[in-house]
């Protein structure tokens, strides 16, 4: 099966403590995305990785940090400089990053900060 | 920055009547796209509009582009209840990374 995975998909964690989202993605995309929702809000970019070893901050990159050491692999840290990190986190990919691109969600997870 | 705006923000309709949902953009786009988000699931592509006044129909769904391709709707037609969900446009801005509309949650009423 192809596709993007998102583990796990309900996260919670206790203010002040950092955690990572897992994003692995087999479809061999050059390109990844993490986007935040929040309820009935529309999706905001948070960082983007067109290329192994490198990323961009997208709009709301305060709080946020991301690595992308394998093509397959974007995962996202929320850490406690974050002042609202409960919201539902989805991984995108895209085959090159271009134009053109149809981006492929995961399932998202949905982290709650107690 | 680039701003985009979908209306209406709901929408509820009967079943069988027909919706639309309206994008608008600031500023000239070179692309834009379409998702489908259902109720507790994730965004999933629909279709890509790229050239001016270019209109693109999927079954009961139609996509249009706008001629100064500033803006973009999708009609459905006689809705049914496997319509429900939240349907976003997210134009490109140039750059590497999309923006996504505000979206429009459509409740279809059986």
């Known amino acids: 099966d192809g596709g993007i995975t998102q583990s796990p998909k309900y996260l919670f964690r206790k203010e002040g403590q950092n955690v990572t989202l897992s994003c692995e993605q087999n479809?061999?995309?050059?390109?990844m995305y993490w986007y935040r929702q929040d309820p009935g809000q529309g999706l905001r970019l948070i960082y983007y990785s067109q290329i192994v070893n490198d990323f961009q901050k997208g709009d709301i990159a305060e709080g946020y940090s991301v690595s992308r050491e394998k093509k397959e692999s974007f995962p996202l840290t929320v850490t406690s400089a974050q002042k609202n990190p409960t919201a539902f986190y989805l991984c995108a990919s895209g085959r090159q990053g271009r134009v053109s691109d149809t981006q492929y969600f995961g399932p998202g997870t949905r982290l709650t900060v107690l | 920055g680039q701003q985009v705006m979908q209306i209406p923000q709901y929408q509820h309709v009967q079943e069988g009547e027909d919706f639309t949902t309206y994008c608008n953009s600031s500023t000239t786009l070179s692309n834009i796209q379409w998702y489908k988000q259902r109720p507790g699931g994730h965004p999933v592509f629909l279709i890509q509009?790229?050239?001016?006044?270019e209109v693109k129909k999927q079954k009961r769904l139609t996509f249009q582009f706008g001629e100064a391709k500033k803006n973009s709707s999708l009609h459905i037609t006689a809705t049914q209840t496997t319509d429900v969900g939240t349907y976003f446009c997210a134009p490109h801005t140039g750059t590497y990374k999309y923006i996504f509309g505000t979206g429009t949650r459509l409740k279809v009423l059986a």
């Open positions: 509009l790229v050239k001016s006044g």
């Open positions: 479809l061999n995309h050059d390109a």
